[in-house]
């Protein structure tokens, strides 16, 4: 299989990019703000990304969105463990998709 130079040139060129846009940001968090306003404002970004992220489904999706939703946020409730809230969200989407279909 032979492979054309404009692809190889491609491949590299995202390498390149991928491994630029990761070793900016290792540069830029020691410069980050560790206490203050700013510093409270950047610890909450995660949580607002996910949730702008997950939202549109919930709100647009089947009932098994808000039924996985809904799952998440008990199971998250209980055990303060994030990642046992989205195991139980993806879980439940999938098993209740499945139900749905068949």
């Known amino acids: 299989m032979l492979t054309s130079p404009e692809a190889v040139a491609a491949i590299l060129g995202m390498a390149i990019v991928t491994m630029a846009v990761k070793m900016s940001g290792f540069l ?8 203050g306003f700013a510093a409270a404002w950047l610890r909450h970004i995660p949580g607002a990304v996910l949730a702008a992220l997950v939202a549109p489904a919930v709100v647009t999706g089947s009932i ?39």
């Open 28 to 35: 830029l968090a020691d410069r980050l703000p560790r206490d």
């Open 64 to 102: 098994a969105e808000a039924v996985a939703a809904a799952a998440t946020g008990v199971v998250f409730l209980l055990s303060k463990n994030l990642f046992a809230a989205m195991a139980a969200g993806v879980a439940t989407v999938y098993v209740v998709r499945l139900l749905i279909a068949g």
